[in-house]
């Protein structure tokens, strides 16, 4: 059975930083692309970024560049999100999720940044 | 960026009924769509994917069609687990986007 598990979230001030990671198992880690979405509270959902299953390519949505950091580490199954200079807005639970179509999901890390 | 607009944002239906939700592209994405559904409080599930192929363990009353910037996910003899909210994603050109979401709720 997949499974994706999320962590690292929490309570950030404006301007500071998390690293959220997302544990995988019951598949091959290292065969497959990852990305993260998130949800800010009572909103859709949005994509953030991508990362392909041997890192050599990333992808980031506009609101987040040079701001976040995608990384994976196959050794470990583990899929991570930098995230820097966080803002308000970024408030919003983050899902990490398997494959560029979605298939499988984790249950989410909430980040609130707030002063 | 490519706009993906899904309509309705919300509609009412009864149990045993059958709803039609679509999914337009601003651009032409080939058959690089899914969709998902979420429940409050809990994380989106797969459904579709490839515009029209059924995620393992998704039952057979979801079906979706489309190709290029016109798709549909029709959802079939609706059962109270059923309603809830419906996004497609387009996953043919960084950045990826989601559609705003369809509420389905019941009459």
């Known amino acids: 059975e997949v499974q994706l598990v999320e962590s690292g979230g929490g309570l950030v001030q404006p301007g500071g930083s998390l690293r959220l990671s997302c544990a995988a198992s019951g598949f091959t880690f290292s065969s497959y692309s990852m990305s993260w979405v998130r949800q800010a509270p009572g909103k859709g959902l949005e994509w953030v970024s991508y990362?392909?299953?041997?890192?050599?390519?990333?992808s980031y949505a506009d609101f987040v560049k040079g701001r976040f950091t995608i990384s994976r580490d196959n050794a470990k199954n583990s899929l991570y999100l930098q995230l820097n200079s966080l803002r308000v807005e970024d408030t919003a639970v983050y899902y990490c999720?398997?494959?560029?179509?979605?298939?499988?999901w984790g249950q989410g890390t909430l980040v609130t940044v707030s002063s | 960026d490519i706009q993906m607009t899904q309509s309705p944002s919300s509609l009412s239906a009864s149990v045993g009924g059958r709803v039609t939700i679509t999914c337009r592209a601003s651009?032409?994405?080939?058959?690089?769509l899914a969709w998902f559904q979420q429940k409050p409080g809990k994380a989106p599930k797969s459904l579709i994917y490839?515009?029209?192929s059924l995620q393992s363990g998704v039952p057979s009353k979801f079906s979706g069609s489309g190709s290029g910037t016109d798709f549909t996910l029709t959802i079939s003899t609706l059962q109270p687990e059923d309603f809830a909210t419906y996004y497609c994603?387009?996953?043919?050109?960084?950045?990826?986007?989601f559609g705003q979401g369809t509420k389905l709720e019941i009459k």
């Open positions: 490839a515009a029209s």
């Open positions: 651009q032409g994405i080939d058959n690089y």
């Open positions: 999720a398997r494959t560029v179509a979605g298939h499988d």
């Open positions: 994603q387009q996953y043919k050109t960084f950045p990826y986007t």
């Open positions: 990362i392909s299953s041997d890192s050599t390519s990333t």
